[in-house]
């Protein structure tokens, strides 16, 4: 047989057994009686094992030898050194220690919980040790260009370094720093919604929203979950949400923002589906896709001057709000403990808080028994508040207690793509017209055509680069933040 077309078929199947997980975990999140969890992690462990297994015979080897050997076009090529990347990641971590932090995690997150909930760190400690020491084994063994951090950056925004991750944070930390400052001395005062909102009324709305952004409601659902997320891909994209009585605001920017997810995932081109083409280029620029659509769109004025008549007529407690104080109301910024819950201005700098901890962390410099400290030192110096317990500090994330290490960074690079890739967009079709006038469609076909239907076929560097023409700068999102605020809040930035 073909080596390509073989190789494409141990790809399909891999493929398919992330589908049946996706599905299962989706399971898992929303309808899944409680008893079924032991069952549930059984199955789910089984489908792991079996597609490691199926992408690191020697064969997947020897076929991508073979076609390394040959001139491969473009699209081919792409899949090559993708398929290439999950080999050589995978083949490199021993099977035991892929079973030790399968054995781990589960009571690391365990502790986790109980640690939040009673605020204490150091019932967590002894697991985040662990979970650090299987963390660093990975990295050793799956090799780093410069420092661990590299290796497990790696995983969720690949071709990228630390360094110059750090390199483009710095800047933008230092720019962001005077910016919140200057919006916090001038704070107006704060806009309030309150009343009822019933959940019925507000995802038949959402819903309406969705559908005018693309998502096929045939190729998804809208479900409830504590937290809200995306999962699945193609025909079967399905996005959660939390709603709450009180306050539209939550359910309404998580179903865009999960809805930005979905769309990109539900743009992968037909032909490319169950190859890495068919698949997200990385975690930032998939958060740059629902970050695009919640903060930029979602939370823009032009947006709300077509949705705003129809959300103030169906919600009684909007009807003493005008637009304006409505549009202040969605816009708040104010520095705050939890990063979930921080605007589009401060979110960053949690991010920025967590990135310079996690590379001190594993280059050495911060002990575990630090992390309490040294969290709430950084939140005094760059947001000027002080956690007043690790519940709402260092505790308050689960990705450490799962082993993501390097998985925040991706959220501030999708802050910053989505920024650039906005202005791009706006060089070639007029967006705040068309959102003005409930048009979004023209908005996702750009997205289609630039980043979705390319799947993976450039790192994010080069999409970037191929879609602005330029490198990853963080100008765009600064130049956004203070001409809107600047706006909002009648200062210059
Ligand atoms: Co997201």
Redesign the pocket.
């Known amino acids: 047989m073909d080596p390509y077309k073989e190789l494409m078929n141990v790809y399909d199947e891999v493929s398919t057994i992330g589908d049946i997980s996706s599905l299962l975990g989706w399971d898992q999140n929303t309808y899944m009686p409680r008893k079924a969890a032991a069952g549930r992690g059984t199955q789910s462990a089984f489908l792991s094992k079996l597609a490691h297994r199926k992408i690191t015979v020697p064969r997947v080897g020897s076929l991508l030898e073979r076609l390394e050997a040959e001139p491969l076009d473009e699209v081919k090529s792409a899949v090559v050194r993708e398929v290439r990347k999950i080999y050589t990641r995978k083949t490199s971590i021993p099977e035991e220690l892929e079973a030790e932090i399968a054995r781990s995690e589960p009571l690391s997150m365990q502790a986790w919980v109980d640690a939040k909930q009673k605020k204490d760190f150091s019932i967590f400690a002894p697991h985040l040790e662990r979970v650090l020491e299987l963390k660093k084994q990975v990295a050793e063994k799956v090799g780093y260009p410069e420092i661990p951090y590299d290796a497990l950056l790696e995983e969720y925004e690949p071709y990228t370094r630390t360094a110059q991750v750090k390199e483009v944070f710095e800047r933008l930390r230092k720019r962001l720093v005077p910016i919140i400052e200057r919006i916090s001395e001038t704070q107006k005062d704060e806009v309030h919604i309150k009343g009822e909102f019933k959940p019925e009324v507000q995802e038949n709305f959402y819903k309406r929203i969705l559908r005018d952004m693309g998502y096929d409601f045939e190729a998804g659902r809208l479900d409830t979950t504590e937290h809200p997320f995306t999962i699945g891909t193609g025909d079967d994209t399905r996005i959660t949400t939390h709603y709450y009585a009180d306050d539209p605001r939550p359910a309404l920017f998580s179903c865009i923002?999960e809805g930005g997810?979905a769309l990109y995932e539900q743009g992968f081109l037909k032909e490319n589906m169950h190859t890495p083409l068919g698949e997200a280029c990385s975690l930032g620029i998939h958060?740059s896709q629902?970050r695009m659509w919640e903060n930029l769109i979602g939370r823009s004025l032009s947006f709300w001057k077509h949705y705003y008549p129809e959300i103030h007529r169906i919600f009684p407690a909007l009807s003493n709000i005008p637009l304006e104080r409505f549009y202040r109301a969605v816009n708040t910024v104010r520095p705050s403990l939890i990063r979930v819950e921080a605007d589009e201005v401060t979110y960053n700098m949690h991010i920025l808080i967590r990135f310079e901890l996690e590379i001190e962390i594993f280059n050495g410099k911060l002990g575990v028994s630090e992390i309490p400290g040294a969290w709430n030192d950084k939140y005094e110096k760059y947001l000027g508040i002080v956690p007043e317990n690790d519940g709402v500090g260092c505790l308050q994330d689960i990705h450490w207690s799962i082993g993501a290490f390097g998985y925040f960074p991706t959220y501030t690079l999708g802050n910053l793509y989505a920024s650039q890739f906005f202005d791009a967009m706006k060089r070639e079709i007029d967006v705040e017209g068309l959102l003005e006038n409930g048009q979004l469609l023209p908005v996702l076909s750009w997205l289609r055509k630039n980043v979705h239907e390319r799947g993976k076929l450039y790192p994010a560097s080069e999409l970037v680069r191929v879609v602005t023409g330029r490198e990853l700068d963080e100008s765009h999102f600064i130049d956004h933040v203070k001409r809107k605020y600047g706006n909002l809040y009648g200062i210059s930035l």
């Open positions: 923002h997810h958060e629902s």
